[in-house]
């Protein structure tokens, strides 16, 4: 993360406030601008916690608070130390401590020995925006809190950002979920993010998730995510990235189409290319529709780059899918509330009657994709290849990015879909 400063302003400063929130401070609102409210915290953070109180968000700052960003701190464990103390010093509970630390003996705990020790608070934020670092963030919190989500790099973006998988279950049945195709549909993000989160804390708990017990889940299906297919727009879109040569190249292409607002609305990875119209599924019939549209270079939307799969963030998601026996897939996008389930005449064993079920479970709509925007897309590029159910998921409504004030709304009408997907595998 950048140094922050009062008067900074940006998605670092939305996350510099939800850590100090976290911590116990007031930072005010979390708005993204570094006023008085945010300035008065921090320097009173860095007090309590041996920090000069200069007031500035460096690395050192920053370090301390990364624990409040991925949800655990590490504590060497001091004599008379009990799971049931340390639950109530952290605000946590004995089954957090309990699932983060499966090898360590509650009855049996040794001075000096190490513990991670989960916060009581979700992980997950739903009240800032995402950049690739939040993500990541977010992810090894999870992996940690929860030892049995497992992780995997899939590959890297163009800028060399990890590409991450994550995936939770041991069933035979496997599914794969991903988000974050486009760039300025970012929200889709955290809905992934957070349905792991849930589903993790229902499984813990012997609890439920949309009224199906998690333990059931867990055992006949295996879930695997890509939470952000592109990291790089996501940070170009939320102002994270605004300098340096990727920045300038991406303004550049901008300017071939100045009808298109910039950043936000990219869609695209960084080097100007859709990778959703990147998949071998009649790409060359998307190439066509999207040049008679005007869209013949690298741009903000809608190229179609020189071949198939020539960026690394498709061909990452096409080898993984490739690598994997997935019997159905979910790809999240923004906006329309509408399922998506057909790609041309391939119409694969049970794919109408789950979206139909996905379409009743949501309030969204199910509809055949469009001719003008029906080729090279992921969920087209898995039906025609393994002949099983594949859908595209429009969430929200208006005018992309949508706006986090949506984000309870489009969670509650897809936490249906996300369960649906893997009851119906």
Not at 80 to 93: K, R, V
Not at 278 to 288: F, L
Not at 335 to 349: H, S
Not at 387 to 409: H, K, M, V, W
């Amino acid at each position: 993360m950048e140094i922050l400063r009062f008067g900074s302003r940006g998605a670092d400063v939305e996350l510099l406030q939800l850590a100090l929130t976290r911590a116990g401070r007031s930072p005010g609102a979390i708005d993204g601008v570094f006023g008085n409210l945010t300035h008065s915290a921090l320097i009173a953070y860095q007090r309590v916690n041996g920090l000069a109180p200069d007031g500035i968000a460096g690395p050192l700052a920053w370090g301390s608070l990364l624990k409040f960003i991925m949800g655990f701190t590490v504590r060497q464990i001091a004599r008379g130390d009990t799971f049931w103390a340390l639950a109530g010093a952290f605000g946590t509970t004995v089954r957090a401590i309990e699932t983060a630390n499966p090898d360590a003996d509650p009855y049996n705990l040794r001075p000096g020995q190490t513990l991670i020790i989960p916060y009581g608070f979700p992980l997950v934020p739903t009240n800032i925006r995402y950049t690739s670092h939040l993500s990541d963030y977010i992810m090894t919190g999870l992996i940690v809190r929860y030892p049995f989500i497992r992780s995997s790099i899939i590959g890297r973006s163009a800028m060399n950002k990890p590409l991450t998988a994550l995936s939770i279950g041991r069933g035979p049945a496997r599914v794969f979920y991903n988000a974050t195709h486009h760039a300025n549909e970012w929200i889709t993000t955290p809905v992934l993010l957070k349905y792991l989160e849930d589903y993790a804390l229902a499984l813990t708990s012997g609890g439920r998730i949309w009224e199906t017990p998690a333990a059931f889940l867990y055992n006949d299906t295996t879930l695997f995510a890509v939470p952000l297919v592109n990291p790089d727009g996501i940070d170009l879109v939320n102002g994270v990235l605004n300098r340096g040569p990727h920045f300038e190249a991406a303004l550049r292409f901008a300017r071939n189409y100045p009808y298109i607002p910039f950043p936000e609305g990219w869609k695209a990875n960084i080097r100007g290319v859709d990778l959703n119209l990147q998949y071998p599924a009649a790409w060359e019939d998307a190439r066509d529709i999207k040049y008679a549209q005007g869209f013949t270079r690298p741009g903000p939307r809608d190229f179609v780059g020189l071949s198939p799969l020539s960026e690394p963030e498709s061909r990452a998601v096409y080898d993984f899918t490739l690598s994997r026996d997935f019997r159905l897939i979910l790809a999240y996008h923004t906006q329309g509330k509408i399922i998506y389930w057909k790609f041309r005449d391939f119409n694969p064993p049970r794919s109408y009657e789950i979206a139909r079920k996905m379409g009743e479970a949501s309030g969204y709509t199910v509809e055949e994709t469009p001719l003008a925007s029906g080729a090279a897309g992921y969920k087209d590029w898995f039906i025609q290849d393994f002949n099983r159910p594949g859908y595209t998921i429009e969430c929200g409504a208006g005018i992309n990015p949508l706006p986090l004030s949506q984000f309870d709304e489009i969670y509650r009408d897809n936490l249906g879909i996300l369960t649906l997907g893997l009851l119906e595998s």
